[in-house]
């Protein structure tokens, strides 16, 4: 079974920092990827994917991922925090059965310090 | 285009009623998706309709959870006798078929006293 692992349920960095939000996979196969955010009472909104091709991922506002295969790890980042990054952040993979529904991660809450 | 709505926002109710969450996804996807997010388990997978195939409901996790999806558009979940536990914020999303971005409402917030 696919399953991811967030390490670190909460996060917290300055203003300008580094963002580091890390994010483990286990699957037998060749995994989709994802890193979706989550602003208090709203929806999820993804952040970006990683089918095939390009291991370094770059999404929106910032952020990017590198899938590494011999780490099986998908890590997000972003070089300068915002205050308004402070969210939730989900990794997940996304598996064939289920029309390819998401196994997601316990979330990273990420907090932003003036 | 509008995105993925979901009524109510917030639903209170008491142990033991009955509830129904709406979910209209985006026109033209034939994918939709149910979730569960709650404090203790995360985001949880319920079920998965496509198109009129009969749904992936694998992930439900009882049988007092059940959904339907008329006309391959509008979705309604629904939890029969409501116990403390089913409270959770629930998500829909919808894509326009299998393996693509799944896009997500911003959930139905239930409570159940």
């Known amino acids: 079974a696919q399953s991811v692992t967030q390490l670190g349920s909460h996060v917290s960095v300055s203003e300008g920092a580094l963002v580091l939000l890390r994010c483990n996979y286990s699957s037998s196969v060749p995994p989709y990827l994802f890193w979706y955010v989550q602003y208090p009472n709203q929806g999820l909104q993804l952040l970006l994917k990683y089918t095939t091709g390009a291991t370094l991922v770059k999404g929106i506002n910032g952020f990017e991922a590198e899938f590494k295969k011999s780490e099986t790890s998908f890590h997000l980042t972003k070089p300068s925090a915002h205050m308004s990054d402070a969210a939730e952040y989900f990794c997940a993979v996304q598996y064939g059965g289920s029309g390819y529904a998401l196994n997601f991660g316990k979330g990273t809450s990420l907090l932003v310090t003036p | ?113």
């Open chain 2, 1 to 113: 285009g509008a995105g993925v709505s979901q009524s109510p926002s917030n639903k209170v109710t008491e142990k033991g009623k009955d509830v129904e969450l709406r979910c209209d996804p985006i026109s033209g996807h034939t994918a939709l998706y149910w979730y569960r997010q709650s404090l203790g388990q995360g985001l949880e997978f319920l079920i998965y309709f496509q198109g009129n195939s009969a749904p992936d409901k694998s992930g439900l996790p009882s049988d007092r959870f059940s959904a339907e999806r008329t006309g391959g558009s509008v979705s309604t979940l629904t939890i029969q006798r409501t116990q403390q536990e089913d409270s959770a914020v629930y998500l829909c999303a919808s894509n326009t078929g299998p393996g693509n971005i799944q896009y997500f409402g911003a959930g139905t917030r239930l409570s159940v006293l």
